[in-house]
């Protein structure tokens, strides 16, 4: 086995410490988070097909601008609501589209889990305040988000490339379902058990199920 | 090292990845951490073995090519004298335990056989660590890749799962380019290609992936199976994206479950070393405190005396480690027949040869699965001599010899548990996210701000990006669901977290405390070089 030690440089080999510290702090200091920042975001994140999560804040200066510029949606009786749009883009056109009814937001209330009706679609969130009255003024919006896609698309023959679409998709998807069983003796027979069509997505990562059962 | 030029063309090919990562855990302040023997035993297990059997290879002149992902964290980690020598520390403890056993074990023939393995096993990681590498084994890898046999490529700075972060884009500019620059650092060249964590691909991630130079880069199954337009070739080929030309190739689910599952995969076959009996937990106490984790919490030591065995017997029968390095042969040669056979259904339906990835993670092979660089073993040597299907490729060697792939749009997927995100968004983590997205927010604000600047302003920025960036690595998100050493992750999370906002603070008040900044630099040591611009406006 050849040595590495005569043809090691700097790189990789050794990485030079900063000097120890005056004082080594003590690890267990209080490593204490605010909770909340008193700022005003909102940010969607998608989670899976239908469903997005979604965080928010309203920093008490934005309430205040929002009591001055809408006097007439007081504090006392203002409603958080989150409306939530299905955003299509055609070139400059850009059109959106209601997605149900706004959605109330409980008091205190800071994160939340949405359904969307569609995948592969963009959507966008708004938070907002509404008054008893029906105002409604608009606080944040969220970047336009894009759901992911959960099937195949229509086939598509592309001009240069030349195959059998469908039977590479069916063989694709067939090869997720079709467990493997090796016996001891070199069995070389697939199991034709197990669920078919399913696209296999999940392989147990080793660190936690070592951590799991020890 | 091309594959044979005086071979038939071959009827298809197979990339097979390794993807080798830990996350950055490294803990000066403290004389034992349980969590930094996760890296001792990855070396144990994993590395130091994979690296001896590809240098064999190598040496029998095995015509082979392989892709190996090492993470930022993980190479930091190799490159630490610290870990070094705790690592040093560890090995010469697991050699004192392994003699123990040897005579502990004297009156047991089966038992006896397995201590001596330990014993041979733990003193060549030391020859090998010690004398043939110098302790240097990110050199090891880099040796392998100047002779041909691997491709070594990148994963994003700290592991972080991107598609968690795409609102914000600086953020994720950074993590692609910081592990881009560093492992220029290490190896001498830019990567070609990156390893998503946890294959985490949203539309759109290509553009920062193309800017900094990576050619390609892989996804799960139904990233490509659901890309727009469709994939001509099913998983067989990969589709460059329209967004950059960069190229994505998808996970074959098959020859993924082979060695995966848990139920039917061949890591769980009875034969095989079981994983959970670990003499750290069936000893008595007394006689493996001195091994063990000093407050005398038990803890894996690597020594292990069963095997699997049959679902149907009662109890565990002893390792034997002939019949388990017969069946990683046998499983070699199920795996090899069964890619031909692959080969063989898709080639008659494409122009071109169809291609087969199949990456893991690298801890599978010898830390979960102990048989499992035995069994790379075997499979490069049968695929090398005793057949003429496939031809082992990286993706660079495909992308070569196949510059045009259809161009399609891959759809957001992972290959975490369901597809998508809630493997890292669901609420034993979410909480985080709020956090995150914060930070990212004032570390650009910041980086904007103060687009030169010097000493102490300069190294506060420069450890607030480091504390940014072990934040958001993937691993806390995963570990907090997955429902292990959560107090540790949370703990780790909130730890950065309060490191950042405090020096920010501090930054913004212009008085930095440069006795606690001073503690961040010693503790936090991760990407050096680092340059806090990364998050500013584009440089």
Redesign the interface.
């Known amino acids: 086995m050849a040595s590495v030690k005569e043809t090691d440089n700097a790189s990789g080999a050794k990485s030079p410490l900063p000097p120890r510290p005056a004082a080594v702090i003590d690890r267990a200091y209080p490593r204490e988070i605010p909770a909340l920042y008193n700022e005003t975001y909102l940010r969607a994140l998608p989670r899976e097909e239908g469903q997005f999560f979604s965080f928010w804040e309203i920093s008490a200066e934005t309430l205040r601008s929002l009591s001055k510029g809408h006097p007439e949606i007081s504090p006392k009786t203002w409603q958080t609501l989150i409306r939530i749009y299905e955003v299509e883009q055609r070139g400059a056109e850009r059109t959106e589209r209601p997605v149900g009814s706004a959605i109330p937001v409980g008091e205190g209330e800071g994160s939340r889990y949405l359904q969307v009706p569609r995948e592969d679609r963009e959507y966008r969130v708004e938070l907002g305040m509404q008054s008893g009255s029906g105002t409604y003024a608009a606080v944040c919006s969220s970047e336009d988000i894009r759901m992911p896609a959960a099937r195949v698309q229509e086939i598509i023959k592309h001009p240069d490339f030349h195959a059998d679409t469908p039977a590479l998709t069916r063989i694709s998807l067939e090869n997720a379902s079709a467990p493997v069983v090796a016996e001891a003796g070199g069995s070389t027979e697939q199991s034709s058990t197990g669920p078919r069509g399913t696209v296999v997505t999940s392989p147990v990562s080793p660190w936690s199920d070592h951590e799991n059962r020890s | 090292m091309k594959t044979d030029p005086d071979r038939p063309s071959p009827g298809g090919y197979l990339c097979l990845v390794l993807h080798a990562h830990l996350p950055f855990v490294r803990?000066p302040?403290?004389d034992y951490m349980l969590e930094e023997t996760?890296f001792f035993e990855a070396l144990t297990e994993t590395y130091l073995p994979l690296l001896?059997h590809l240098?064999?290879l190598a040496?029998d002149h095995v015509p082979l090519r392989l892709t190996v992902s090492l993470s930022s964290t993980l190479?930091?980690m190799?490159?630490?004298?610290?870990l070094q020598e705790r690592y040093a520390r560890y090995l010469n403890r697991r050699i004192a335990l392994a003699e123990r056993e040897i005579e502990r074990t004297a009156g047991h023939s089966e038992f006896s056989q397995s201590a001596r393995m330990y014993h041979d096993r733990f003193r060549q990681c030391r020859r090998?660590y010690e004398?043939?590498?110098?302790?240097?084994v990110?050199?090891?890898f880099?040796?392998l890749q100047e002779r041909g046999i691997l491709e070594i490529i990148t994963s994003s700075a700290t592991h972080a799962f991107l598609?968690?972060m795409?609102?914000s884009p600086r953020a994720v500019r950074a993590q692609v380019r910081v592990a881009v620059d560093y492992h220029r650092?290490?190896?001498?060249r830019a990567p070609a290609g990156m390893w998503l964590p946890e294959c985490g691909y949203?539309?759109g991630l290509e553009k920062d992936l193309y800017k900094e130079g990576i050619r390609y880069f892989f996804i799960?199954?139904?990233g490509v199976?659901?890309?727009?337009?469709?994939?001509?070739?099913?998983?067989?080929a990969p589709i460059v994206c329209t967004g950059a030309p960069v190229a994505a190739a998808?996970r074959?689910?098959?020859s993924?479950?082979?060695v995966?599952?848990?139920?039917?995969?061949?890591p769980g076959?009875?034969?095989y070393r079981e994983?959970?009996r670990d003499i750290g937990?069936d000893l008595d106490i007394d006689y493996i405190r001195p091994y063990i984790d000093p407050a005398g919490i038990r803890?894996?030591t690597g020594i292990k005396y069963y095997r699997v065995t049959d679902r149907s017997d009662p109890e565990k029968q002893p390792y034997r480690r002939l019949d388990a390095l017969r069946?990683a042969q046998?499983?070699a040669?199920?795996f090899m027949?069964?890619r031909e056979q692959?080969i063989k259904?898709?080639a008659p339906?494409?122009?071109r040869p169809p291609l087969i990835v199949a990456p893991?993670?690298a801890?599978?092979f010898g830390?979960?699965?102990y048989e499992g660089p035995e069994w790379l073993n075997f499979l490069f040597r049968k695929i090398a001599f005793e057949q003429d299907t496939i031809t082992l490729v990286t993706l660079s060697d495909y992308l070569e010899r196949h510059p045009?792939s259809?161009r399609s749009e891959p759809?957001?997927?992972?290959?975490?548990?369901?597809?998508?995100?809630?493997m890292w968004?669901n609420e034993s983590n979410?909480w985080i996210?709020?956090?995150l997205?914060?930070m990212e927010?004032r570390m650009t604000e910041c980086a904007v701000a103060f687009p030169n600047a010097a000493g102490l302003l300069k190294r506060s920025l420069n450890q607030m990006a480091r504390e940014l960036l072990l934040a958001e690595a993937s691993d806390w998100a995963?570990?907090m669901k997955?429902?292990?050493?959560v107090d540790y992750a949370v703990?780790r999370t909130?730890?950065h977290?309060?490191?950042f906002?405090r020096l920010h603070e501090e930054v913004k008040k212009n008085s930095v405390d440069e006795?606690?900044l001073?503690?961040l630099?010693?503790?936090n040591?991760i990407f050096?070089d680092i340059d806090y611009r990364v998050y500013g406006n584009d440089v």
């Open positions: 803990h302040e403290s996760w001896s240098s064999g040496d190479c930091t190799f490159a630490d004298e610290l090998q004398e043939v590498y110098g302790r240097n990110i050199g090891a880099r040796e598609p968690n795409q609102q650092s290490l190896f001498g949203f539309p799960d199954t139904h199976l659901h890309a727009d337009p469709a994939s001509v070739y099913g998983i067989f998808g074959d689910p098959e993924s479950r082979s995966w599952s848990a139920d039917d995969g061949y076959h009875p034969l994983f959970y937990f803890v894996q069946t046998e499983h040669g199920h027949h069964h692959q259904r898709a339906l494409m122009d893991y993670d801890e599978l830390h979960w699965w045009d259809q759809s957001f997927s992972s290959w975490g548990e369901g597809g998508f995100s809630k968004l979410d996210y709020r956090h997205s914060r927010e995963f570990i997955s429902g292990t050493m703990r909130k730890e977290v309060a490191n906002l006795n606690f001073a503690y630099e010693f503790c040591t050096p």
